[in-house]
Each structure stands twice: as structure tokens, then as C-alpha cells.
């Protein structure tokens, strides 16, 4: 009988086979199934496993801190586990009584385990916790920006993911759909916490059948035309969409295209945003011919668009990526103000999205259950970085930096213990990054696989995998609840994070606060019930935890209802107050502009990037390198296995030029090339496009980190040798890799052989 098993890329059944491993296909209810997990088992991801706990040869012979220069090029002594155990004990133990326990960083950014309970960023936490405390991070890579910026302006981002205008409303309402950034299918293929039906292509195709027009705002053509979907393209240059947002905002104040009654029942800090538009506040008027001469794109289209927005029931919508750029901020906060300008917050099918595509829960009709989750404990200390700010906290102990109006200062780190997640791929600035990894006295990892993190580890410890362990799979906006069996037993010697914080916390005499003496199937009946009354109450009659684990799913597609974002609020601001500190969406923020900060005022404003194609730096690097999220794996995800290397070119990453930039540069389809800055520098195979403008390229992330140890050449592709380590803002300190300049040329040396899928050396003591 075929079970099931959860992943981000999708809900997969299972079937046992005698004598070899199950046999991994597609839910046989998924409309648009994800091809990604059936490759878990293959043999080029098994070779690359952690078989058996690993100590760094220098540290084990020369103790904490030995030789860091030496990290990912010193061979592994492998290890029993006890001895592994008592290593990694005795080292939380000696930093936490000589340096207390904010020297250590508990280091967890990834997507780790679409199960609830074997989620390795919570098994982590729970456990530094437990051991008295730990420097956490806030926010996140994908939306650092979004994450601060908006619960000032109208609610967190976590509250407009699970509350998007559904696309079945879309398709009877919508009559216009412009989007900055594209609706990215490929990215929309996965969810934190497992898909269990893919839902984006099928509903952007239903909304194209109904007549819907669209219009894709940006650098690249091909991030929305999937499904039938045929979109007018308005080729801008990148970071510069909120000058364009801005200049379509003066068209409808200048041309009374406004909704005033809806600016002054549902919004405050309308007046003071309009005097910056027409120019009143700075003497510079955001016209369509202001906005052309920074974006590219013609006043005339500007111009014409805004009044089309206004005659249409328009969504509005942007991507992830237009806020993970310098002022990343702003493209976010001009949308909304944008689509409050227009009046049609609130109303089916028109309003604002803050990233249709960029995840499969964005438009779901599901029903939102209350799914089982690990409590991560009561913090220990209060110390915390923003995420993305890791290499500086590294570099500069004690050094001030900003957060959301507040001054805070980085902690000294000894040590870090890294579960879930691979910061070797999506850190910007990856040679900075491994200049800061040498500070710490002790690295440690929880690690299914040899990953770059791995190998410039000092213990390495080797976990299992989703199909190795039992647990409850459980997403945000999904169709259901899934009992994941295991799948298959664990490999060589892996445990599981919580059997190997486990142990530790015995160690350090913290045991019964990690475990509450409960085994792994103690936790799942107890989370499990824990969310049956929440469910009850919401009008979700869930089967008790024996029928669940029996029958395998729970289906909740029963409770589908269509959703319009914003309506409740909208209808009645005074009963439905937003939690803004004004209660309604905040076009000028009084509190933000108390921060007194020059990069992000109290008000979506136009500033230029750090890097972009109107800096003089692009006299040396001109070309705007955009890097998004690979269709063929989840970030650094599986990319040994053969389905992730199908979409190579000669093994390495592709890397999306125009033919106008390709021919001046001599470069053709298929070649190798070099993509390089005053950064770094690596390999990608040239794929020519005219879905890219001209002077922009696009390097997709997720191509394992393989630097030559003598050169720091990437040799596999990886961008973000490339990207900017430098916060959004001073508001948000998020990531801001698009903000990134480069020159691309043809390589004429010897191609220099992909290593990046190598295991690192082994010997004995």
C-alpha cells in the first residue's frame, strides 16, 4: 500500500518495493506536479552523504580555533559517535563558562524539513535554549526588507501571504494585472512546509481565460508566461521600478484619478506623499519623463498605463526580489500607496499583491488550519542579528548597527552551531563570508550532505533526511495534513537533529527541558492534538491522531473559500482596524520618520541604488546581474542530482545575456564564460535570450560554492561571489543582492573542472 511523504516541491506517493528503495511519483491529485523530489534517492545525491560524525584533522589535534585558515581545505578524522557527542558538549560547555552563552550564534537558515516537528531550525533553537541561550537571527534573506517595513505601513508579511486575493476572484473580477517583477512560476513550485496542490500556474491560466490583461514590468520577459499567459512586456531597468511606480502615482494626482474618499477613510499620510510627488516637498516633479530618464521606460507608456490602471479593476503586484535591492523597502511601500491612490483595496479582484509567485500559498483558497509546531523555548538572552548581517557580526564584534529605530551592537562569537541550511549559498559576497568564517574558535553542523558549509565545518555531524524519520507535514494555505511516514531507514550512521540534540542536552544536564521526556512519536501525537480544539473552534473537524497516522491525509479542500485581501478592513476601518499604529494603511509613517533616517524617510521615495546601471561603477562592470531562484531545484537544494544538472551548461550554472550584449562581448550560446566584478569572480555557461533586456544578465543561485583554493575563482556558477553584502537600509539591514554590477567575458583559458560535488579528504589519527 503506498503511503505519502511532504517536501517543499510537493506531496509525493510512495510505494515499497522489494529489494531496492520505493519507488518516489507524483500525488496522483496535483495538477501541475513538481518533478524535483522524485529524485530524493537518487544515487548522486546518496554518494554525497555525512556517513558517520567528522572532526576538522587541525581541530581535533590542536583543539578550538586551531588553524581557520585551513577551513574546507583540511581533511576529516571520522569519529564514533560518543566521542563526537562529548567533543561538541564539552565545547558549548567551555564557551558558555568563559564566554557565556552570547558567544554562541545558533546558526539555522534554510528550508530544512518540510516536517513540523523535524524542522531543524526549531530542533536547534529548542536545544541552545534549553542549554541556557544562544544569538538568534531575525527575518529573512527572501524578505528582509518586506518582514520590517511593512507591519508599520498596513500588516506583517506572514498576515498578507496567508490573506491574498485568491485567484478564483481574479479571474471573475480583475480586468487589469500589472506586476513588477513577473509572477515566477518555477519559484511558486515550492512552500515552506511542503505543496500539496500546485496551484499557481492553473490559476494564473484561469484568470488569462477569463479576459484578464497583463502587463510585466522589468528586466526579463520570461518570469511570467507560463499557462497560456500572454503579457505586454515593459522592459525596465532593474531598481528602478519605484521611480515608475512614483511617476504612474503623479499621472493619477495630477489628472484627479485618485479615490479621495478612499485615501480618507482607510489610509493617513496621503497629502504629505502627494506634495512629494507633484514636487511641492523637493522642487523635483515625479513625472513619466523623470521616471523615463532612470528607468528606460517611455513617459508616453507611463502615462498611458496609470490612466488604464485607473479605468480597470487593477491588482497590482511585485515580486520578492524588487525588495531584496538596495532601498529595498521603497518598490513595497509605492505599491501600496499606489494601489490606495486607486481606491480599490478591499475590492474583489483589485488592490495590491506582495508576491504572487513567489510561493504556491499566494493566492490559495485553502483554509488555514492550525498545524503542529515545536516550541522553540523561552529565549535565554536577548541578543540578535538581523539575517543577513551574519559576515558583519563576524568581522565587527561590538560594532553599533541599526534595526527598525533601534541601535544595537554585534556580539563575540566562539562558537556556532549551524542545523538547516547552507550559508555557503545564499550569503552575498561568499569570499567575504569565508574571510569571516575563520573568527570563531569552534563551527559546528547538523548535515545530511558534504555541502560547502560542511566541509569548512569543525565537527560535522551526520542527520537524516525527510524520508528517514516520522513526522507531520503541514503548510500555511495548503490542502492538507500528512502523516510522512519513513520512508526508508537511515543511512550509514545519521540520526535525527532531535535524537542528536538529545543526547547533547543529556550531556549538559538539560535533557528533560529539550525532551519533556517524550520520544519522537510522543511529540507527534502531543502537536497533533495540541492543534485538534484550535481546529474545532475554527470549524475544522480533524480525525483523532491514530485515524491520522493510519489513513495518511487529511483532506481540507472541503473548506476552499474564495478570499478578497483587505475586505474585512475596508468595509469597516473602526471595527477592522488594521495594526498599524494609526489602524489604517500608512501612505506616511509618522514612526518611521521619527527613525530619522536618510535611506528610507516616512514615505516611499525614489533613491538611487548602491549599484545600478545609471552608477559610474557601471563604467567598469555594465552589465546589471539579476540572480533569482533556479527552476530546477530549491535554492542549493539537490543540485547533484540529475535533474538539477540537466539545466547546467557544460556543468555549469547558465547565465542569461541579450544578443546585443553577447555579440559586442563575442560570445555565444552555449559558451563558457566568466561573470566577474571587485568581488569575485566565477564560471557560467552563456545561454543568449531576447527575454532579457540589454544590459542586464541573470545567473540563477543555488549552483553548489566550488572557489579554487589558489585563485577564488567560482568554477560551478555560484552568484553570490558576486553580490553585494550590504544592508537594504538602515531600517531593515536586509539582503540586497540585486543591487549587483558585472562584465561577462568569454573564458580562454582551460576549463578548470567542477569540484564542488567532490567529498572532502579523509585520514586517520
Known sequence: MAHYTLSHWGLYEVEPRTGRDPAIAPFRRDPDPNPIGLYQLDPALKRLRVQRPAIRESWLRDGPGASPERRGQDAFVEVPWDEALDLVAGEIARVRKHFGNSAIFGGSYGWSSAGRFHHAQSQVHRFLNAAGGYVRHVDSYSLGAANVVLPHIVASMDELMASHTSWEVMARHTELFVTFGGVPVKNAQMNAGGVGLHGVALGLASI????????????????????????????????????????????????????RDFLDRCCVGYDTFAAYLTGAADGIAKTPEWAETISGVPAATIAALARRMAASRTMLNVSWSMQRASHGEQPFWAVIALAAMLGQIGQPGGGFGVGYGAANLVGSAHAKVKGPTLSQGRPGIPDFIPV???????????????????????????????AGGNPFHHHQDLNRLRRAWQKPETIVVNEQYWTATAKRAD??????????RDDIGSATLEAFLVAMKRVVPPAHEARDDYDIFAALADRLGCAETFTENLDTMGWLRRLYDEGLAVNHERGFALPDFDSFWREGLVDLTAHDRPTTMLADFVADPA??????????????????AGFGLSDCPGHAVWREPSEWLGA?????????????????????????????????????????????????????DGQIVEVFNDRGRCLAGAIVS????????????????????????????????????????????GCSAQSCLVEIASWTEQVPPVTAFDLPEFTTR
Not at 551574519?390 to 566562539?414: E, H, S, W
Not at 579554487?708 to 553584502?725: E, I, K, Q
Request: a negative charge; aromatic letters at 6%; charged letters at 20%.
Open 388 to 418: 543577513a548581517r551574519i559576515a558583519d557580526m563576524l568581522l565587527g564584534p561590538g560594532k553599533p548597527f541599526t534595526y527598525n529605530g533601534q541601535t544595537f551592537a554585534y556580539p563575540d562569537i566562539r562558537l556556532i552551531y549551524w
Open 575 to 592: 471595527r477592522h482596524p488594521l495594526r498599524t499604529p494609526s489602524g489604517r494603511i500608512e501612505i506616511f509613517s509618522e514612526k518611521i
Open 616 to 668: 559610474d561603477k557601471a563604467k567598469c562592470f555594465p552589465l546589471h546581474l539579476l540572480t533569482d531562484q533556479p527552476a530546477r531545484r530549491l535554492h542549493s537544494q539537490l543540485d547533484a542530482s540529475p535533474h538539477s544538472c540537466a539545466g547546467k551548461v557544460a556543468e555549469r550554472e547558465p547565465v542569461y545575456l541579450n544578443p546585443a550584449d553577447a555579440a559586442a562581448r563575442g560570445i555565444t
Open 690 to 733: 531576447d527575454d532579457i533586456m540589454p544590459g542586464v544578465a541573470r545567473l540563477s543561485t543555488g549552483a553548489w560554492y566550488d572557489p579554487d583554493p589558489a585563485t577564488d575563482l567560482d568554477r560551478h556558477g555560484n552568484p553570490n561571489v558576486l553580490t553585494r553584502d550590504a544592508p537594504a537600509s538602515s531600517l531593515s539591514q
Open 459 to 468: 565537527i560535522v555531524l551526520p542527520a537524516t533526511t525527510t524520508l528517514e
Open 208 to 259: 488569462r481565460q477569463a479576459g484578464v490583461q497583463f502587463v510585466n514590468i522589468g528586466p526579463v520577459r520570461d518570469n511570467l508566461g507560463q499557462a497560456g499567459v500572454d503579457a505586454e512586456w515593459i522592459a525596465c531597468r532593474p531598481n528602478t521600478d519605484t521611480a515608475v511606480m512614483l511617476a504612474l502615482g503623479f499621472v493619477l494626482c495630477s489628472e484627479n484619478l485618485v479615490d
